[in-house]
């Protein structure tokens, strides 16, 4: 189904990855080295239809599914029900395709060893969740304010979660929007760690030095902002000013960090989709790439 | 004389030293004393009373036994044996003055000093007795030995007791003089660890017998004391340290008693514990935090038992440094980030005794620098001058492909291990490139290129796909399961529990066999090379430094498959990493050459320096200042020690107890100031001496042994009566020979009168006249 959709889309990969390859090297590594930058679409449907596979690689990326508000761990649209307004779970959200483009470039970008295929997902509760040291959770509500999707982490999921992160573990949180959500995050987490401060980074922090130096954090939007039916957002809208939150250990690391007022796994899953603009694909991926060197590094 | 034989007499006898003085012919003596006996029987042929036979045989043998005795006293018999010629010659009487000698074990309640002085001087004391003979010089010893002249001089206060340096100084004052005998007075409780039986037999060569009298009780019968304490000297990790205490018995098995550790007069630290069997010694471990960052000294103390004699022995001080002192430090490169490297930082991160600075290939061509001291450090990356990496003690490589190094780096790499005495870690997969470099040659594993691997194990690391990728238990070896860099406990058993709850591991990098010199600590379960199972964790010694290698990557699932309050995997890498580092060589160290002293000794301080390339630098300035608890301070330039390159003396005497510190300075020829690693601090306490009570019992054995290597004999105190004859009569450098008649002897008189009485009442009971 992905490679059929490259396929649909492979007109316009060409552009995208011209245009990421213009704008990623110039600014993002003035202060290192330059990178090649070749994203073609042919190699890239290649990888897709199967030279990649999963477990060839010392780097899985790690997807958690949790309990959603309408209870269950279903995927939307499944048998809990689907769909706005209904039961059903976002943990899958842009699953796999945003991993698969993302990975594809930390394969190119850095010398963490991935490919296109080393994802997978796992319940929070699931041991083998202690094979990996990356985490990553969408935290999506929709619509927005809705009490009806999104996570509720369970008792057993918030056990295995504080050990992951005890024990060394990195959780990305990404995707949930406006004051509300900000609250609903606030509350899982205060489930999570009632009592561990929630702080906001500013770009002084290590985590936006690893490997690029991103000075700004830039508000990387949804689909919504250029898809076809208009979701009513604004690039760059000043209602939602984006921030990364961020718990940190008992030696200062941070253990959890969550995008707020972003969206990067659109960002990497419209990497290659003319309408979405490529400077917050190239955002999203750099924010990301810097995640992963410091929870490689600390 | 005495009534019967001397002993002497008798020992002479013995050894045929037995004549006549009147040297008649043996034939004309036998003749003679037939002639007695037959004129007897003549004279007994007619009686004035019948006689029956028996009688007859009797009363001739009772007469003939008379006159045979006058006769054999009429020849004069003589022993020859050697005396000394009275005041003619000199006698050293060595008083044993230390203060295991004030311990009252001697039956009256009196102390081993009081007993001997008695015996020496009160009225009719050994003293009167040998002056009659000999010239007698006194003298006291422990450590040292002076001369006395009466009991006044006898302190029993010396801190230390050595026999033999009192045997060789009596030797030197004496030398010259006619000196016939030693006489030692002791307990043989001698604590300075040279063995005085050499001395003995020095004099035993001239005929100086040494006489040894033992004093006090071969086992103290009420006493508990500290034997022994052993501390680390430095803390190296964490703030817990255990303190091993020896604890001796004798009068109170199964006891229990208090030790309790004061820091001050605080206490630090108590335990409850079971003392062993009577003469038996126990050992007790007590756990310990020091409170603040210098050097501290601890006084241990074991509850005073009821009516015990020993007292002095309950205590100890001794030194434990907690000084802040710079971590060993560490290189690491990785060619790439993994969770290896992530959890050997992390496990690392919180050690104050290591610093990891690494650096690690985020990207192509870019890099990531972390616990570097200051923003140069790495910043050209691995360094290529031989003073910035020799500023490491340890490097480690992980992922990291040959092209990252030039032929130079390698070279240096390898007199990095082989001279400067650093420690170099492999950990993870090996550039079939490095075969042909030193890498090949520093590390306990042979490199083996990938292509002449058989094809099961090739494949790489990861799962699922092939036997080197698969999940593993690895097996400790032997020498593993006892290792310091592998131990998770002190206990055997706890550890093999700790070990067999840890998660298996994940995919292992083929090299080779570990080399023959090698030792291999952990190895895989099941995939062998050439009939030997895959090294995991292997070391070596290369030149004055360590090589190790780790063969897999997974080390960082002892960490995240186990609960985070587990502290396995960061322990391992600590252990191993810092006995990577630890030996390697310092520019400077400094020795004392005892563990702890007491006042008025003498400390003797060595340096060992050694130059920027780490070789032993014989043209340094080198100082040492030393600072005491009384406040003074000494500054004395070292002097180099021509006898040894490198090594650089001084030394001086304390004379107040606590804490001394010490800086020394080192400014070479080439003068580089500023250099921390050209400075090193150290320190020494000074503390009441205990020694003279710790094991205090009587050495009978050792004083024997002084005795009779020398033609002596041993005494013990209570039984000296015939001790003054006996040394006149010890042959000697300055005894004559002498013969001393036997006719006079009570004895033979005695037999004289009984015999006549014999003959007397025999012819009354018959009627003779």
Not at chain 1, 7 to 30: F, K, V
Not at chain 2, 307 to 313: Q, Y
Not at chain 2, 626 to 647: K, L
Request: net charge negative; with cysteine; aromatic share 10%.
């Amino acid at each position: 189904m992905t490679a059929r959709w490259v396929q649909r889309m492979a007109p316009s990969l060409a552009t995208g990855a011209w245009l990421l390859s213009a704008l990623i090297p110039g600014n993002a590594l003035a202060q290192n080295t330059a990178l090649p930058l070749d994203f073609d679409a042919e190699s890239f449907v290649q990888d897709m239809n199967g030279a990649d596979t999963l477990g060839q690689t010392e780097f899985t990326w790690i997807r958690g599914r949790y309990t959603n508000y309408g209870g269950g761990r279903g995927r939307r649209g499944g048998r809990f029900g689907g769909g706005f307004g209904g039961r059903g779970g976002w943990w899958d959200t842009d699953y796999p395709d945003a991993e698969s483009n993302f990975l594809r470039g930390v394969q190119r970008y850095t010398n963490i060893d991935a490919n296109s295929k080393s994802y997978d997902f796992l319940d929070l509760t699931d041991p083998r969740l202690y094979e990996h040291s990356f985490l990553y959770m969408n935290m999506k509500r929709v619509p927005i304010g809705s009490l009806y999707s999104g996570p509720d982490f369970q008792p057993d999921e918030i056990t295995a979660l504080r050990e992951f992160m005890f024990r060394g573990g990195f959780v990305l949180l990404d995707d949930f929007w406006g004051e509300v959500h900000l609250e609903e995050f606030q509350n899982e987490m205060a489930k999570l760690f009632p009592d561990r401060e929630l702080v906001k980074l500013d770009t002084r922090h290590e985590l936006f030095h690893t490997f690029f130096d991103i000075n700004e954090v830039v508000q990387v939007p949804g689909r919504a902002v250029t898809w076809d039916y208009n979701g009513g957002f604004n690039l760059d809208d000043p209602d939602y000013p984006p921030a990364v939150y961020a718990i940190l250990d008992d030696d200062g690391r941070v253990m959890l960090v969550a995008n707020h007022n972003a969206d990067l796994g659109d960002g990497w899953e419209h990497t290659f989709y003319e309408p979405y603009p490529t400077r917050y694909s190239n955002e999203a991926y750099k924010i990301t790439i810097n995640f992963l060197i410091y929870a490689f590094t600390h | 004389m005495s009534y019967f034989f001397d002993q002497h007499a008798i020992d002479a006898i013995q050894q045929g030293r037995f004549s006549f003085a009147y040297g008649i012919s043996p034939w004309l003596a036998l003749v003679l004393a037939l002639a007695l006996v037959v004129a007897v029987w003549a004279l007994y042929r007619k009686t004035t009373r019948t006689l029956t036979p028996a009688w007859k045989t009797l009363l001739i043998s009772v007469r003939s036994a008379v006159l045979l005795l006058l006769f054999f006293c009429l020849l004069r018999p003589v022993v020859t044996t050697e005396q000394v010629v009275p005041q003619e010659s000199y006698l050293a009487v060595v008083v044993d003055d230390s203060q295991s000698m004030s311990i009252a074990d001697v039956d009256g309640g009196q102390s081993r000093a009081q007993a001997v002085s008695e015996r020496l001087y009160a009225d009719g004391g050994l003293n009167e007795a040998l002056a009659d003979t000999f010239q007698v010089r006194t003298f006291r010893f422990d450590k040292q030995t002076q001369r006395v002249t009466d009991s006044s001089g006898l302190l029993a206060a010396g801190t230390a007791s050595s026999i033999d340096q009192a045997l060789r100084y009596v030797d030197q004052q004496l030398s010259g003089l006619a000196l016939g005998g030693v006489l030692l007075f002791s307990d043989g409780a001698d604590n300075e660890g040279v063995d005085p039986v050499e001395s003995a037999r020095s004099f035993g060569a001239r005929q100086i017998p040494v006489f040894t009298v033992g004093v006090g009780q071969e086992h103290i019968p009420r006493d508990v004391g500290i034997v022994d304490v052993a501390a680390a000297r430095t803390v190296l990790e964490g703030s817990v340290f255990n303190v091993d205490v020896a604890l001796s018995n004798q009068g109170y098995a199964g006891s229990e008693v208090g030790l309790s550790v004061y820091d001050g007069d605080a206490v630090v630290a108590t335990q409850r514990v079971v003392l062993g069997p009577d003469a038996s010694t126990r050992r007790f471990t007590i756990e310990l935090t020091p409170e603040r960052q210098e050097a501290i000294v601890y006084r241990l103390a074991v509850e005073e038992q009821d009516d015990e004699i020993v007292l002095e022995n309950n205590q100890y001080s001794f030194l434990v440094d907690n000084s802040v002192r710079p971590p060993l430090d560490i290189l690491y490169v990785d060619g790439h980030p993994r969770n290896e490297y992530k959890f050997i930082r992390r496990a690392i991160e919180n050690d104050p005794t290591l610093r990891l600075a690494t650096y690690l290939q985020t990207g192509p061509g870019k890099f990531y620098r972390q616990g570097i001291k200051t923003p140069l450090e790495l910043s050209s990356g691995f360094p290529e001058r031989m003073d910035d990496l020799y500023q490491y003690e340890a490097i480690i490589l992980g992922d990291i492909g040959k092209d990252f190094f030039t032929d130079g780096q390698l070279t240096m790499l390898q007199d990095f291990v082989a001279e400067r005495g650093g420690g170099l870690l492999v950990a993870g997969m090996m550039d079939d490139l490095f075969v042909d470099t030193v890498l090949a040659d520093i590390l306990p594993v042979s490199l083996v290129p990938s292509s002449l691997l058989p094809q099961t194990l090739r494949g790489g690391i990861t799962r699922g796909t092939h036997p080197t990728g698969e999940l593993f238990t690895p097996q400790l070896t032997s020498a593993g399961e006892y290792s310091e860099l592998l131990r998770l406990s002190g206990s055997d058993a706890e550890n093999q529990r700790l070990w067999s709850e840890l998660p298996q591991l994940q995919g292992v990098y083929v090299t080779g066999r570990a080399k023959p010199g090698a030792t291999v600590l952990m190895e895989h379960p099941l995939l062998q090379y050439q009939s030997q199972r895959l090294p995991l964790i292997a070391t070596q010694r290369y030149g004055s430094g360590r090589s190790m290698s780790i063969t897999t990557a997974s080390t960082w699932r002892w960490q995240m498959m186990m609960p985070a309050e587990d502290q396995a995997h960061e322990r391992l890498w600590r252990q191993m990493l810092r006995w990577l580092a630890v030996s390697a060589l310092e520019r400077v160290t400094v020795d004392f050459d005892r563990e702890f002293y007491h006042v008025g000794d003498r400390v003797n301080v060595t340096a060992t320096v050694r130059d920027t390339n780490y070789l032993l630098d014989n043209n340094a300035s080198v100082w040492v200042h030393m600072s005491g608890p009384d406040g003074s301070v000494i500054d004395n330039a070292m002097e180099w020690d021509i006898d040894e390159d490198g090594v650089y003396r001084s030394s001086f005497e304390v004379n107040s107890e606590g804490v001394f510190n010490l800086m020394v300075d080192v400014a070479s020829a080439a003068g580089e100031a500023d250099r921390s690693d050209t400075e090193k601090h150290a320190a020494f306490v000074v503390t009441p001496s205990l020694r003279e009570f710790s094991s205090a019992g009587r050495d009978t054995g050792l004083l024997r042994r002084i005795a009779e290597g020398s033609g002596g004999r041993y005494y013990d105190l209570a039984q000296t009566g015939t001790l003054a004859t006996d040394i006149s009569y010890t042959p000697s450098a300055y005894s004559q020979e002498v013969q001393i008649d036997l006719w006079d002897t009570p004895l033979l008189l005695a037999l004289l009168i009984l015999l006549l009485c014999a003959d007397w009442i025999l012819r009354r009971l018959r009627g003779l006249s």
